[in-house]
Nanobody
Framework: QVQLVESGGGLVQPGGSLRLSCAVSGTLYSLNAMAWYRQAPGKQRELVAH???????NYVDSVKGRFTISRDNAKNTVYLQMNSLKPEDTAVYIC?????????WGQGTQVTVSS
């Protein structure tokens, strides 16, 4: 049974930083693409950042220059370093991983940016 467990969310003031982690366990196959999505109340789920197995990355325009996605293939873990956080970044951040064309999802971790 594949499990994705996110950690690192919390409450932070505007301008602050957080680092999210997502550890994947239970897969017998190498993970291909991994990604972070977010969903704010009343809004659709949004792809925030995406990373291939070879570490090519893509970001939604609103986080470019502030967020960095990375991964450790040996640990089956993906990270999201979030700097210069803004109130509009407030959302549940959800990890996604793909193996053999099957997508797996975490439960999400809450990030709240507020003074």
């Amino acid at each position: 049974q594949v499990q994705l467990v996110e950690s690192g969310g919390g409450l932070v003031q505007p301008g602050g930083s957080l680092r999210l982690s997502c550890a994947v366990s239970g897969t017998l196959y190498s993970l291909n693409a991994m990604a972070w999505y977010r969903q704010a109340p009343g809004k659709q789920r949004e792809l925030v950042a995406h990373i291939t197995r070879g570490s090519s990355t893509n970001y939604v325009d609103s986080v470019k220059g502030r967020f960095t996605i990375s991964r450790d293939n040996a640990k089956n873990t993906v990270y999201l370093q979030m700097n210069s956080l803004k109130p509009e970044d407030t959302a549940v951040y959800i990890c996604n991983a793909e193996a053999l064309y099957v997508h797996y999802w975490g439960q999400g971790t809450q990030v709240t940016v507020s003074s």
